[in-house]
């Protein structure tokens, strides 16, 4: 791996974990818009962004659950039809310039709700019926397995715009929603191997030290408005890149 390619990933793949986990995110998102950049391929990236996001997710749940009443019937409603979806999703194989494409739409959704675009409802907006639970842990679900994310990104505003959930619960959930979609998505992509590129391993204990300590930050003593603006400035260049390409 050239130098200066090494240097990019030890920086900021440590970087994007701890920004995501600070905000209750395990990161998959930031993880995939750095390697498809570098110029990986999808079949590369995918495993080693999934493996990620479930270490880095599961430290970010451990975090934020202490701070709030975790709304459990919700979450087994969404994961029983996510975790299949994200299973699924994994298993097809997408050509890389339609894999682009469709990250650069999906990272518009962390751009949106950092601006504030998704309203918050402090009350419930539309009362959940039994099917509700169903469809968006299945539309979600196949999504991530299909791009390798844990389908944060998109439940987090959804939760909060529908009053489902408040924002410390929404970020617990999410947390533990990406670990167990992410697991589902790396074996529908890989199986039960370590399908890890070899030059990528490196990589793995700095970015999940990058996540412990911005899950311990993020819950505890961090002022994420200022992380929001950063992300969002660098989301949306990534994302016009991506689907421009």
């Excluded at 962004?49 to 009443?69: D, E, P």
């Excluded at 919700?74 to 975790?83: E, H, P, Y």
């Excluded at 994310?149 to 939760?159: D, R």
């Amino acid at each position: 791996m050239p130098g200066e390619l090494f240097l990019y990933l030890i920086i900021l793949l440590p970087v994007a974990a701890f920004f995501y986990a600070s905000v209750g995110h395990g990161g998959a998102s930031s993880y995939l818009m750095i390697l498809a950049l570098a110029g990986f391929a999808p079949e590369e990236i995918r495993p080693a962004a999934l493996l990620l996001n479930i270490v880095v997710s599961f430290v970010a749940f451990s975090t934020h659950r202490k701070t709030c009443n975790f709304p459990k019937k919700l979450f087994l409603q969404l994961a029983l039809f996510s975790i299949p979806a994200a299973f699924i999703g994994g298993l097809v194989v997408v050509d890389s310039a339609i894999y682009k494409n469709i990250l650069g739409v999906l990272l518009l959704f962390p751009i949106m709700q950092f601006l504030g675009l998704f309203p918050k409802n402090p009350d419930v907006l539309l009362e959940k019926r039994p099917w509700m639970p169903a469809v968006i842990g299945i539309m979600i679900g196949f999504f991530s397995g299909l791009i390798g994310i844990g389908g944060g990104i998109i439940l987090s505003p959804l939760l909060l715009m529908l009053g489902w959930a408040n924002v410390r619960q929404t970020a617990a959930l999410s947390a533990l929603f990406i670990f167990v979609n992410s697991i589902a998505g790396y074996l529908g992509t890989v199986g039960f191997d370590l399908a890890v590129e070899k030059s990528m391993w490196i990589f793995i204990p700095f970015t999940v030290l990058g996540g412990i300590l911005g899950g311990f930050f993020g819950s505890q003593r961090f002022n994420v408005r200022v992380v929001k603006h950063l992300l969002t400035f660098v989301l949306a260049g990534a994302a016009i890149k991506l689907i421009l390409s």
